[in-house]
């Protein structure tokens, strides 16, 4: 039985008592979409964006149970994704200012080095 003969809250039913075929369904059906979300977010990094969509999805099966039955399930799933890449990006940015951060002391540390071999005639002791 295919997506396209079920409804979304039937997968969800059929998801929820364990049916592989349903997992294939869900997966066709939504894992491309939300991968897609994901790496428009996180600006292209595929390796990011799996990790993300997979911790995400983890997290979406195992509030399954939750999902009510009539809302559209793919922004049930993207509000499972969201907080993911907002972690991710954050990280990123700490990341990014800690390298940042180090080039400059870094920079700092070999102009300095500079200056004391100047003033002791070229030799750093």
């Given at each position: 039985?295919?997506?396209a003969?079920?409804?979304e ?9 364990g ?9 066709d059906?939504?894992f491309?979409r ?5 790496i428009r ?7 990011a964006?799996?990790?993300i969509l ?7 099966m195992r509030?399954l ?17 969201r ?8 990280s ?19 102009v300095?080095l ?8 070229g030799?750093?002791?």
């Amino acid at each position: 039985m295919g997506l396209a003969s079920r409804s979304e809250a039937e997968l969800v039913v059929a998801l929820l008592r364990g049916d592989k075929a349903a997992f294939g369904d869900f997966y066709d059906a939504y894992f491309p979409r939300l991968f897609q979300f994901v790496i428009r977010r996180v600006s292209g990094d595929q390796r990011a964006a799996a990790l993300i969509l997979r911790n995400s999805l983890c997290r979406a099966m195992r509030d399954l149970a939750a999902y009510r039955a009539g809302d559209p399930l793919f922004p049930w799933l993207c509000e499972y994704c969201r907080p993911e890449i907002v972690r991710y990006l954050r990280s990123s940015a700490s990341r990014d200012e800690r390298i940042r951060k180090d080039s400059e002391t870094s920079a700092s540390m070999a102009v300095a080095l500079r200056v004391l071999a100047s003033c002791r005639g070229g030799r750093i002791h």
